[in-house]
């Protein structure tokens, strides 16, 4: 019995096989719920190294516990002027990078 080989193929590639090329509607969408959960994780790991409960980081920014949880599990919905409340209140630093075609702003 012969053995298949398997191809190699990187990350990038599966996901252009799986999901969509780079710059197709699916790939973008799959790319911005990823980051979005990455944050997501991101505030719940500061606020954890900073020893804070939820309820406590909840009250630092003026929103109910359910909320800090609610951003913490999905930050879909999560407004910029939220994200950097959240990131105050952590006493953590926050950049942003908008990419406009050819040009980047970039807000530090």
Not at 101 to 108: D, L, M, Q, T, Y
């Amino acid at each position: 019995m012969k053995a298949k080989k398997m191809k190699m193929m990187t990350l990038d590639e599966m996901k252009s096989k799986d999901i969509g090329e780079i710059g197709t509607p699916e790939r973008d969408k799959y790319e911005f719920d990823l980051r979005m959960e990455l944050l997501g994780e991101m505030i719940k790991s500061v606020r954890k190294e900073r020893k804070l409960t939820q309820e406590q980081l909840g009250e630092l920014i003026g929103v109910q516990k359910s909320q800090i949880s609610k951003l913490e599990r999905n930050t879909k919905n999560m407004t910029i002027e939220t994200i950097l409340k959240v990131f105050k209140a952590l006493k953590a630093n926050v950049k942003f990078s908008v990419e406009m075609n050819e040009f980047e702003f970039k807000v530090a």
